[in-house]
């Protein structure tokens, strides 16, 4: 089940929740559903990322756990903030600037998503128990980056 409450205005935060699960095309439907369409791709991407690490790190993919995205829309800056029901864990993300660098030593893919937000968004934040999520990504005005693809 999703709960929303629609639609984003600007300036003020919205919130959508659902139980743990890897269906996420709908939900990452509703979270872009304002995102100009030359930065859907990119932030669809880190987007899915982070609420894949939610549900399966976090929630350990229980379906009685919730996975919880606040968003709101101001002056050309996207934010989400997801929130997990796990226990965290200690943010340690070294992550290189060179895109190569990402690729995986020894087959190992844990700790790759969190390089992908590091290069997706303009901020990326954690709160200290390791289980709510800051994204931001400015868009429009200011310092503004062309999408990655």
């Known amino acids: 089940m999703i709960a929303i409450s629609l639609p984003v205005t600007r300036s003020k935060w919205e919130t959508l929740s659902f139980a743990s ?40 993919l229980d379906p009685s756990k919730i996975v919880e995205v606040q968003f709101s829309i101001a002056e050309g800056i996207y934010s ?14 070294n992550c290189p600037d060179d895109p190569e660098a990402l690729l995986p030593e020894n087959e190992a893919e844990q700790g790759r998503g969190l390089c992908l937000l590091y290069q997706i968004f303009d901020r990326v934040d954690w709160n200290s128990q390791g289980n709510q999520l800051k994204l931001c990504k400015q868009i429009r005005g200011g310092k503004q980056k062309t999408p990655l693809f």
């Open 21 to 60: 699960t890897l269906y996420l095309c709908p939900i990452l439907d509703l979270l872009l559903a304002n995102i100009p369409q030359e930065w859907q791709p990119e932030l669809r991407l880190g987007l899915q990322e982070a609420l894949v690490n939610a549900v399966v790190h976090g929630n350990k």
């Open 80 to 93: 989400w903030i997801i929130s997990d029901r796990g226990a965290g864990f200690e943010v340690n993300c």
